[in-house]
T-cell receptor, first 113, second 112 residues
Framework: DGGITQSPKYLFRKEGQNVTLSCEQN?????MYWYRQDPGQGLRLIYY???????QKGDIAEGYSVSREKKESFPLTVTSAQKNPTAFYLC????????????FGDGTRLSIL | AQSVTQLDSHVSVSEGTPVLLRCNYS??????LFWYVQHPNKGLQLLLK??????LVKGINGFEAEFKKSETSFHLTKPSAHMSDAAEYFC??????????FGKGTRLHILP
């Protein structure tokens, strides 16, 4: 069954620690996205990738990094430079081309200890 | 620049009554518009999309939306609410440059 898998579902980070959120898709989609969701603010784009080995910053990229070494995988690292990392993180993918709908994973909730 | 405004942060309806979730957009070009639903601690699921074909778009779970260019609106409706419809709903606009903007969401409460 095709879809997007995010892991872990819950993640705790200590101050000054980097953490990596996993996102894997088996939909054969070219494009992948990372969003941050805070209550009452909708979704904000962190990074996106249209093709393997290429990615672009979204609206709130500071304190985050990504890689896209394989088509299926788009991990997000939340670095210690991100001062307010507590949020719900959503990964999505879509087919290439204009105005394609996005398919979402079930998210990772990150909290600071 | 494009934008999307969901006019209500919360909507409450009784089970079996109609649902109306309002969305207005602003776009310099002919936009594509989407509605997504999100249940608690889950990802977003596509309900329906408009991409310049028929102005009345039918989606899953009995939802539909009408694109009204003159009013720059894309309101989501359902004739009869069910308890399982309780969730958060997002209106999304995408333009010629594939820039995607999410509304801030409307939380739908269903009263028994």
């Amino acid at each position: 069954d095709g879809g997007i898998t995010q892991s872990p579902k819950y993640l705790f980070r200590k101050e000054g620690q980097n953490v990596t959120l996993s996102c894997e898709q088996n939909l054969n989609h070219d494009a992948m996205y990372w969003y941050r969701q805070d209550p009452g603010q909708g979704l904000r784009l962190i990074y996106y990738s249209q093709i393997v080995n290429d990615f672009q910053k979204g609206d709130i990229a500071e304190g985050y990094s990504v890689s896209r070494e394989k088509k299926e995988s788009f991990p997000l690292t939340v670095t210690s430079a991100q001062k307010n990392p507590t949020a719900f993180y959503l990964c999505a993918s879509s087919m290439a081309g204009l105005n394609q709908p996005q398919h979402f994973g079930d998210g990772t909730r990150l909290s600071i200890l | 620049a494009q934008s999307v405004t969901q006019l209500d942060s919360h909507v409450s309806v009784s089970e079996g009554t109609p649902v109306l979730l309002r969305c207005n957009y602003s776009s310099s070009y002919s936009p594509s518009l989407f509605w997504y639903v999100q249940h608690p601690n889950k990802g977003l699921q596509l309900l329906l999309k408009y991409t310049s074909a028929a102005t009345l778009v039918k989606g899953i779970n009995g939802f539909e939306a009408e694109f009204k260019k003159s009013e720059t609106s894309f309101h989501l409706t359902k004739p009869s609410a069910h308890m399982s419809d309780a969730a958060e709903y997002f209106c999304v606009v995408s333009d010629l440059y594939n820039k995607i903007i999410f509304g801030k969401g409307t939380r739908l409460h269903i009263l028994p």
